[in-house]
């Protein structure tokens, strides 16, 4: 059987995507006329900002030694929001080639992707990307990780994806090193993981799936396992990357199967496919259900589209199955939806999607995390956003979700981010060295302190070569406090936030500042406060526009011009105490992006 199914795994901006440019000008997948850079993404928005957010599998044919070999490749994200994308894609392979950038060497993301492939006991193909460079690190580089794989330095690849050089050695490791698809009876009921899916408006919802035992083809009966959901298949084929129907899908290879479900629910990602008529039927282990780490409202800017955002989301959850979302009601903002996200970039490039795929606007709430409150009756209950806070006096206690945070770094960098996560909650557990240039510092630190903004000035005060990674450690009791934001003495909730007692002021100032600048001024003077409970802990005030009114005259007693500002304070003071200020998207984004 000469097939070989691999995915490639790095850290974000190693060069997946180029590798991938060039495996298929190498194999001739696709024509050199039809060649553009980062093919696999299909997504302007990956383009734009250069950067794989969802999986994609592509089949291609290469010789090897006089043999024709079936390459299944499934280029993933390299950013720590989208590594279900990643798991998924591990789930469906035997190997991975593990992608380091030979200038920045081995980062935070680098070494989650790979614990993720050790777990599932694939062959890893360890390439250095970028040899090229003039500030490239190669041999240095190559000790690192002979040293963290336990191989030999002259077992790890030196490449450039751009130019081209050495990739021709990799695919040849891929067909020598990876091991084939075990072997399965063709014949027997069919066992076919769900790593992926899609919808299609005439094929209806596509399935990507990885066959390990059995065949499937054009007009096949199968069974959804999980939603028990039973079809006929319309259609059976590969992809190149497009999609090519073919006669089937067999035993060892990656396809999609399209299922012509129009409710997106029957299919689900990690769910495993069979033969209707199978009653003694074992599914293919899957693997965990994604768990969101933070929490956003969205609410249609205009009210009527609340069932265009619902149908919205159960085809972005098609193709994201890390996205959770549930119905949330708000006084001010009406119906919406409390939605699930690995982290702040992934709430981004929801928010985005669905502005351009589907033209929404959208108001979006300050992110959280989900806190577990227990109450004095003994009751335990968890909510995600501020506004479902029961009363404070009814309140035992707060718990937060904990991380184990791994921050790689230069270790010229060290005193800087140790300087940074001096502002932040953490408890320091260790500090380990790979190899003499590069530092992995250990904390446990409250999710919340790092969901936000932490990521950039991470970024910032390495210079960029630092990387985080983070894994779940369970829940904490804290001292925790609802801040809510007042405008002209409203309270607006999506502003509403928990945060701990101790940098309550500090949050309140900073959240008035900042609403201060973003808000318009409005034809009354407009103040803007923080509060906890009853008591006003900052203020800011946005001074009213002015018109003048005594413009048009041209002379006479000045009576006749005192007259009018007399008038206009007055109309400006009923304005104050009946008007309100209706927050236009705009600001709700730029307070997300704080």
């Not at 950067?51 to 090897?64: D, E, F, S």
């Not at 063709?186 to 390990?212: C, M, N, Q, W």
Request: aromatic content about 8%; some cysteine.
């Amino acid at each position: 059987m000469n097939i070989r199914n691999f995915c490639i795994i790095a850290h974000i901006d190693a060069g997946k995507s180029t590798l991938a440019d060039r495996f298929l000008e190498l194999t001739g997948t696709v024509e050199k006329r039809k060649m553009h850079e980062q093919y696999l993404d299909q997504m302007d928005l990956e383009r734009e900002r250069g950067i794989t957010i969802k999986l994609q599998p592509v089949r291609m044919a290469y010789i090897h030694d006089e043999k024709k070999y079936e390459l299944n490749l499934i280029d993933t994200p390299g950013h720590v929001d989208f590594s279900y994308e990643v798991s998924r894609s591990l789930a469906a392979v035997e190997g991975a080639v593990l992608l380091v950038d030979a200038s920045k060497g081995i980062q935070a993301q680098t070494l989650a992707n790979l614990h993720l492939a050790q777990a599932q006991n694939l062959k890893i193909i360890p390439v250095i990307n970028k040899i090229d460079l003039s500030n490239a690190r190669t041999e240095h580089i190559k000790e690192e990780l002979s040293y963290l794989l336990a191989v030999e330095p002259e077992e790890i690849i030196g490449i450039s994806a751009k130019t081209g050089a050495n990739v021709e050695k990799v695919l040849e490791a891929v067909i020598e090193k990876i091991p084939e698809p075990k072997q399965a009876d063709e014949h027997a009921p069919l066992k076919a993981l769900i790593f992926d899916s899609t919808f299609d408006a005439y094929k209806g919802v596509l399935a990507y799936v990885r066959v390990f035992e059995g065949q499937v083809k054009r007009g096949d009966k199968i069974l959804a396992f999980a939603t028990k959901a039973r079809t006929d298949v319309i259609e059976a084929g590969y992809f190149s990357p497009s999609l090519i129907a073919d006669e089937g899908i067999k035993t060892g290879s990656i396809g999609y199967i399209a299922t012509g479900f129009k409710d997106p629910g029957l299919i689900r990602v990690g769910d495993t496919v069979t033969n209707i008529s199978q009653n003694q039927f074992e599914p293919l282990p899957g693997y965990k259900e994604p768990r969101p780490m933070v929490f956003a409202s969205f609410f249609p800017e205009n009210a009527d589209d609340y069932d265009l955002l619902k149908d919205a989301l159960a085809k972005l959850k098609l193709t994201d199955a890390s996205l959770v979302y549930e119905v949330e009601s708000s006084g001010g903002l009406g119906r919406g939806f409390r939605l699930g996200f690995l982290g702040m970039l992934h709430v981004e490039i929801i928010s985005e999607r669905l502005k351009r795929e589907f033209n929404l606007n959208l108001i979006i709430s300050s992110p959280s995390v989900e806190y577990e409150i227990l109450m004095s009756n003994g009751e335990k209950i968890k909510i995600r956003s501020a506004s479902m806070l029961p009363d404070f006096s009814k309140i035992k206690s707060i718990s937060e979700p904990v991380v184990s945070l791994e921050i790689i770094t230069p270790v010229e960098y060290l005193g800087n981010i140790m300087e940074l996560t001096s502002t932040i909650r953490n408890v320091y557990r260790d500090t380990e060295y790979i190899g003499k240039e590069t530092a992995v510092l250990k904390y446990e630190i409250p999710l919340s302190e790092i969901v936000t903004d932490f990521y950039d000035k991470l970024k910032s005060v390495s210079s960029g070569y630092a990387s985080m990674g983070y894994e779940p450690m369970g829940i904490q009791v804290s001292d925790l406090v609802r801040l809510n934001i007042l405008v002209a003495g409203d309270l607006v909730e999506p502003f509403s936030k928990i945060v701990p007692r101790e940098k309550a002021f500090f949050e309140g100032r900073a959240v008035v500042a900042k609403l201060k600048d973003v808000i318009p001024p409005q034809w009354f003077e407009v103040p803007i406060q923080a509060a906890i409970g009853g008591k006003i802990i900052a203020r800011e005030t946005i001074r009213a526009r002015r018109k003048d009114v005594t413009g048009y005259l041209y002379g006479g007693d000045v009576t006749r011009k005192m007259k009018l500002l007399e008038k206009q304070k007055k109309g400006k003071e009923k304005m104050k105490e009946r008007g309100r200020v209706n927050i236009p998207q705009e600001v709700f984004l730029k307070m997300l992006k704080r």
